[in-house]
């Protein structure tokens, strides 16, 4: 436990909520992606105004005014471990209340223990406040529940779940959980209208705010490298599960691959078992070993230099609240070839070298035709980037969230 009482920057006491559940002692959380990226921006700059009291995970990956960081076992069954650590999660929020008597608890939305502990929060009576990224089941698929009562919904998520876990019941309370905390908490923020809608569908019917998304303009300034000079032909950047689109990559880098031989793909990302092991085979089914390569989870330093290493950015997800990875890939100067999702169509609207498919036959024929045309891809990668600059920031996503805290809840109470 870490504590800074000194030069309390504010009157306002926000409780936040940022454990990582690991699944093995050797696992590591860097942050490097979506979600995380946009917590720890936010956070710094809360950092800054207000007193924030953090209840984290051990070690802690975020840093606050006062953390209290609570250590994980790892004795099987794993998912029984689970709900022991979930219990002394509870008893240190319950200190932490006491000590500190935070005016508003915040979920960022980055765990599954964060939604319990804020559907914790509301029985006690405290103000709550959520973050929305999107909600999609580990394969993809997307599933609206009326309530606990709508069985054969319940039932069809079930079967879904089955694909990923032996006993898809404790998994889907998870899902449960994160719904009625959506549903019951104060406030809402979420990036995009795509996250709106899905708040809706969720049954979601108190306060939500529209956030935009921000990218960390300081880490692009250095000006696209020339075509010579760059390493990966193409570049994916997301967690290795199905719902983005991992095993479409591959049938789209074959068809790349058909047309140029040599042409190589980087990818990104955290490994996600089983779903890893089986992309692994499918790629030496499609002998692509020599033109897919999996770089694994990069710090943020490296993966900035990767982005701009790579010619063209492909994006084959299935759901997104936000695809905060395509404005980063804009800002190094890369055009951006991705599934057509509703998400983009509002807050990429206008963006030069933005190519969304439906097809993914047509999405690869899309690669190949840049890749081909070295000068134009060039002039659209330089366009992506003027248009990402001037739109997006952190400091903008951060005002807001802080905003919306001071005037619904703090000054309500």
């Known amino acids: 436990m870490k504590k800074d009482r000194k030069n309390n920057p504010g009157p306002l006491r926000i409780l936040i909520l940022d454990v990582l559940w690991r699944e093995s002692i050797e696992e590591t959380t860097p942050v490097i992606l979506g979600g995380l990226i946009l917590h720890q921006r936010v956070l710094e700059y809360l950092n800054k105004n207000v007193l924030t009291i953090g209840l984290s995970s051990h070690p802690p990956v975020f840093k606050h005014r006062i953390t209290y960081a609570v250590r994980q076992g790892f004795r099987k069954p794993l998912r029984l471990e689970f709900y022991r650590y979930l219990v002394r999660l ?13 005016h508003v608890v915040y979920n960022p939305g980055v765990g599954w223990h964060n939604d319990w502990l804020t559907l914790f929060a509301k029985f006690l009576g405290l103000k709550t406040v959520s973050y929305f990224h999107h909600y999609s089941l580990p394969g993809g698929s997307v599933i609206y529940p009326r309530n606990i009562l709508d069985f054969p919904r319940l039932g069809k998520m079930c079967r879904e779940l089955k694909r990923v876990s032996r006993i898809p019941f404790f998994k889907l309370l998870d899902y449960l959980v994160l719904f009625q905390q959506l549903k019951t908490v104060d406030f809402v923020f979420t990036g995009t209208r795509f996250g709106l809608e899905q708040l809706r569908r969720i049954g979601r019917r108190k306060p939500v705010a529209l956030t935009g998304i921000g990218i960390d303009l300081e880490e692009f300034n250095d000006e696209p490298l020339a075509d010579h000079e760059k390493t990966w032909d193409g570049l994916f950047v997301g967690r290795m599960a199905p719902e983005k689109g991992i095993y479409d990559l591959l049938d789209i880098w074959r ?159």
Not at 295 to 321: A, H, M, W
Request: aromatic share 10%.
């Open 90 to 102: 509870m008893i240190a929020f319950l200190k932490i209340v006491r000590t500190h008597k935070p």
């Open 255 to 413: 068809k790349v691959v058909d047309k140029i031989p040599a042409a190589k793909l980087a990818v990104v990302g955290k490994k996600v078992q089983p779903y890893f092991d089986i992309w692994m085979e499918r790629i030496r089914k499609m002998e692509l070993e020599g033109n897919v390569f999996h770089l694994g989870e990069l710090n943020r330093k490296d993966l900035i230099k990767t982005y701009y290493s790579s010619k063209v950015f492909i994006f084959p997800s299935k759901i997104e609240g936000a695809g905060i990875v395509i404005a980063e890939a804009m800002a190094a100067g890369l055009p951006i070839v991705a599934r057509n999702l509703p998400a983009y169509k509002t807050l990429y609207s206008g963006a030069p070298a933005l190519y969304l498919f439906d097809d993914l036959r047509a999405l690869s024929m899309k690669v190949v035709e840049l890749l081909t045309l070295t000068e134009n891809r060039h002039r659209l990668g330089l366009a992506n980037r003027a248009y990402v600059v001037k739109r997006f920031s952190w400091e903008n996503v951060s005002q807001k969230i802080l905003s919306s805290i001071s005037t619904n809840i703090f000054c309500k109470n």
